[in-house]
């Protein structure tokens, strides 16, 4: 089985990270924002992409772009992510192709589902928070990544 696994930087990317065991035994690549992050999973594929927001249609575009490439170009049969915006382009490049995707909703919304959170969860085949307040008949809590 391929895996992309996809997420911004700071704590995205280490929630990401946090779930690199679940993963043993199938094909890894990974997709983020900084270059500097190979060295974080080394052994692994490894791909950078621009990081971009809702705050810089320009940029969001030409990001959504290189994502749409690498999904394209490597076919995986999961996508998932901890966010944000990369790894919403990843949930909607991999429904583009047919993979499954998956959401997880990063550890530090505790009130609300991210905004990128409630648009993939629309799109998502599966989509998580890490607070058990948050969870409804789309999204699920099943535990935390950080504990």
């Known amino acids: 089985m391929k895996i992309l696994a996809i997420a911004s930087a700071g ?6 990270l946090r779930l690199k065991p679940a993963f043993e035994g199938h094909e890894l690549i990974f997709v983020s924002t900084k270059k500097s992050f190979k060295d974080t999973v080394d052994g692994y594929e490894f791909h950078s992409i621009p990081d971009a927001s809702r705050w810089n249609k320009m940029k969001l575009l030409y990001s959504l772009m290189c994502v749409l490439k690498i999904v394209f170009l490597s076919r995986p049969n999961i996508i998932i992510t901890t966010g944000a915006a990369p790894g919403l382009m990843g949930i909607i490049a991999g429904k583009v192709i047919g993979a499954k995707t998956v959401w997880i909703d990063s550890i530090a919304n505790v009130e609300n589902i991210s905004m990128s959170g409630r648009i993939a969860t629309s799109i998502a ?19 935390s990544v950080l504990s």
């Open 11 to 16: 704590g995205h990317w280490i929630q990401l």
């Open 125 to 143: 085949d599966r989509s998580y928070t890490q607070w058990p307040d948050l969870s409804n008949s789309k999204v699920t809590f099943n535990g």
